[in-house]
């Protein structure tokens, strides 16, 4: 599997945003979907990540800057066929990687409440990620989750240096 930062112009990555797009606006009322589209993805605050095996797209990931000390995880997405096999992992590995360069000190995210999005709610508290309130732009939602991981460095002392 290689993970590349993306341009977002190859219409694999539209036809996977698409895709994204519809699950999200299929289990989500249009109020409170928060899933970005190609345009809104190409804004210079995001970073955006495609997995890919040979020319086969796998899935997708963003980090967008919300500040010196903070970002947020948008369009994370597995290709239906490809779910299951660690791809979502990995993206969030190179998403965590690149907070960490950035010397993030927080890390956050929103996803859906309902049952559809439970295995992306698992996967997150997996790698630490706990419920937190909203953060903005965000406001409280029955129908969002949030979470975030307080960001310390890898061998668990807290300071945050490489």
Known sequence: MLIREDDLRGPEVAGLLLAHLDH???HSPAESMHALDLA????PEIT???AWNGADLLGCGALKNLGKRHGEIKSMHTAQSHR?????SAI????LDEAWRRKYQR???ETGGMDVFAPARALYAGFGFTLCEPFPPYREDPFSVFMTLHMTDRDGTGSNSN
């Open 107 to 109: 890390l956050s995210l």
């Open 48 to 50: 955006f990540w495609t």
């Open 92 to 95: 969030l590995e190179q998403i």
């Open 84 to 88: 299951g096999k660690g791809v979502a």
């Open 40 to 43: 809104a993805l190409r804004a």
């Open 24 to 26: 999200t606006s299929s």
